[in-house]
């Protein structure tokens, strides 16, 4: 399976990004996904999850409100739309699918290889 993801980038402060992850090499709808994060100097954390059809998410509290996933099974595709950055969203982030929705980072056994977001103030 392989997990590539793109939309990273330098974003000014406020600023509203959106990240794709394209899956391939699994059945995407047997799959739930989930965005993370890793900061410098700090633990990977969950961003977002989202079941495999879709109906069911869950959001860290850092990003509630701030930060909505999505995906397209037609496209193996999952996206996270974010708004309102401010620099501590300064991360690495990283998609990554599991055969089951779960909120423990280390269930997750694909991973993509991270896409860098810097918020600059």
């Known amino acids: 399976a392989q997990l590539v993801e793109s939309g990273g980038g330098l974003v000014q402060a406020g600023g509203s990004p959106r990240l794709s992850c394209a899956a391939s090499?699994?059945?995407?709808?047997?799959?739930?996904m989930g965005w993370f994060r890793q900061a410098p100097g700090t633990e990977r954390e969950v961003v977002a999850l989202?079941?495999?059809?879709?109906?069911?998410?869950y959001y860290a509290d850092s990003v509630k409100a701030r930060v909505t996933i999505s995906r397209n099974n037609a496209k193996n595709t999952v996206y996270l739309q974010m708004n309102s950055l401010k620099p501590e969203d300064t991360a690495v982030y990283y998609c990554?699918?599991?055969?089951?929705?779960?909120?423990?980072?280390?269930?997750?056994?694909?991973w993509g290889q991270g896409t860098q977001v810097t918020v600059s103030s």
């Open positions: 989202i079941n495999w059809s879709g109906d069911r998410t």
């Open positions: 990554a699918a599991n055969r089951r929705y779960s909120v423990i980072i280390y269930d997750y056994n694909y």
């Open positions: 090499g699994l059945t995407f709808t047997s799959y739930a």
